[in-house]
Structure formats: structure tokens, C-alpha cells
T-cell receptor
Framework: NAGVMQNPRHLVRRRGQEARLRCSPM?????VYWYRQLPEEGLKFMVY????????ESGMPKERFSAEFPKEGPSILRIQQVVRGDSAAYFC????????????FGQGTRLTVV | DAKTTQPPSMDCAEGRAANLPCNHS???????VYWYRQIHSQGPQYIIH???NNETNEMASLIITEDRKSSTLILPHATLRDTAVYYC???????????????FGQGTILTVHP
């Protein structure tokens, strides 16, 4: 059973470009969470999605960031018009439908904006 | 979610037990205690969680005090590979919602030395 898969592992974008980060949850998991870890800082929750629904986006920046989890395919975190401050590690986690289960994290995508 | 307090850093000798404390004095009745760790910028790794009873798995033991205001994560035989940041997180069982929305604090940097 493969774990949470994130790709790419490293992504370099120039200022103003778009960044697309992908997350494939563990098999059987229908809940996906995105977190951001800025350099030398802790992990911060961004958004919680279920298939085709955004459940909680309280941690998402108001502009340029969006997330989706379509019926088929991976979850996508999209950052438009990236700026240097977007440089961070972005982690995805997934969990099963049932309550009282733990979330499993992927290895992250390290975004560098140059 | 209730706030947690952890020491910023701890040392442990290889082969000895590592006991990591966590205070969560404002924990409420439906909140679980979760432990994750992050090894050098990798994705956070789930360790263990519990509600009121002590728990043990292949990685660690979790001891929760009777009043649930504090807990201790025990790594019975620490190895060099256990060097990581350990996060104690308290989160509620929101009626079947999964446990992927986690509030990470600063954690405890555990250094295991030879």
C-alpha cells in the first residue's frame, strides 16, 4: 500500500509563474489536507478537502492560492503569480473516511521561487 | 483545539528510553492527544494517539495522566534515527470528521547521541 505521494519533490519557479503541486492520497483515503512550512517555521494548516468539496480553507491565503480534489485524479494545490515569500515546503496529508483515524503525510514539495 | 506546551529540546543517550512530556491543561473531554515527529524536513510521521487510556504500538508508548492534563511519549530504546522534532497535538473528534486538521506547535527537538 503506497503512502501519500506528492510530486514534484522539488519545484523551481520564477516570480510571476504558476506552481502546481500534486498529491495522491493513500489508497482508500478520501480526505486530503495541505500544509505549508516556511523556512525555520512550523507547519501551518492550509486547506481540507474531500472528493469534489472544499471543507475547510481557513488557512489558505486569500489571493493566488487555490486547491481542488476532483472525483478522479490527485489533489492539486495551485499558486498563481508566485512571489519569493511562497518559497516553502508544502505537505499533503490524507486520512480515511472513518473517525478516530490518523492522518498520514507525504514527503512534501519544496517550492523555490527565484 | 486545546493548547499544548512542550520543552523546546531534550537529549537522550542511544539505547536509553526517551520520555517526552506534554502539558495540555485545557484539554476537553472529546479531545485526543496525538504525537507526530518530523525528521529533518521530511513529512511528519504519525506515532501514536490516545484519548484517556495508555496506548502502546510498535513505535512508542503514550501515558496520559488520569486528569488528562498532561501526557508522556516514551520511546523505549532510542536510536540515532529517532533524532527529530516531536509534536504533541490535541484535537477533537468532530463527529466523524477526520483528524487531519492539526495545529502544530514548536515541538520538542529530541537529539539522540551515541
Amino acid at each position: 500500500n503506497a503512502g501519500v505521494m506528492q510530486n514534484p519533490r522539488h519545484l523551481v519557479r520564477r516570480r510571476g509563474q504558476e506552481a502546481r503541486l500534486r498529491c495522491s492520497p493513500m489508497k482508500g483515503h478520501s480526505h486530503v489536507y495541505w500544509y505549508r512550512q516556511l523556512p525555520e517555521e512550523g507547519l501551518k494548516f492550509m486547506v481540507y478537502l474531500q472528493k469534489e468539496n472544499i471543507i475547510d480553507e481557513s488557512g489558505m491565503p486569500k489571493e493566488r492560492f487555490s486547491a481542488e480534489f476532483p472525483k478522479e485524479g490527485p489533489s492539486i494545490l495551485r499558486i498563481q503569480q508566485v512571489v519569493r515569500g511562497d518559497s516553502a515546503a508544502y505537505f499533503c496529508a490524507s486520512s480515511a473516511r472513518d473517525s478516530n483515524t490518523e492522518a498520514f503525510f507525504g514527503q512534501g514539495t519544496r517550492l523555490t521561487v527565484v | 483545539d486545546a493548547k499544548t506546551t512542550q520543552p523546546p529540546s531534550m537529549d537522550c543517550a542511544e539505547g536509553r528510553a526517551a520520555n517526552l512530556p506534554c502539558n495540555h491543561s485545557t484539554i476537553s473531554g472529546n479531545e485526543y492527544v496525538y504525537w507526530y515527529r518530523q525528521i529533518h524536513s521530511q513529512g511528519p510521521q504519525y506515532i501514536i494517539h490516545g484519548l484517556k487510556n495508555n496506548e502502546t504500538n510498535e513505535m512508542a508508548s503514550l501515558i496520559i495522566t488520569e486528569d488528562r492534563k498532561s501526557s508522556t511519549l516514551i520511546l523505549p530504546h532510542a536510536t540515532l534515527r529517532d533524532t527529530a522534532v516531536y509534536y504533541c497535538i490535541v484535537t477533537a473528534n468532530a463527529g466523524g470528521t477526520s483528524y487531519g486538521k492539526l495545529t502544530f506547535g514548536q515541538g520538542t527537538i529530541l537529539t539522540v547521541h551515541p
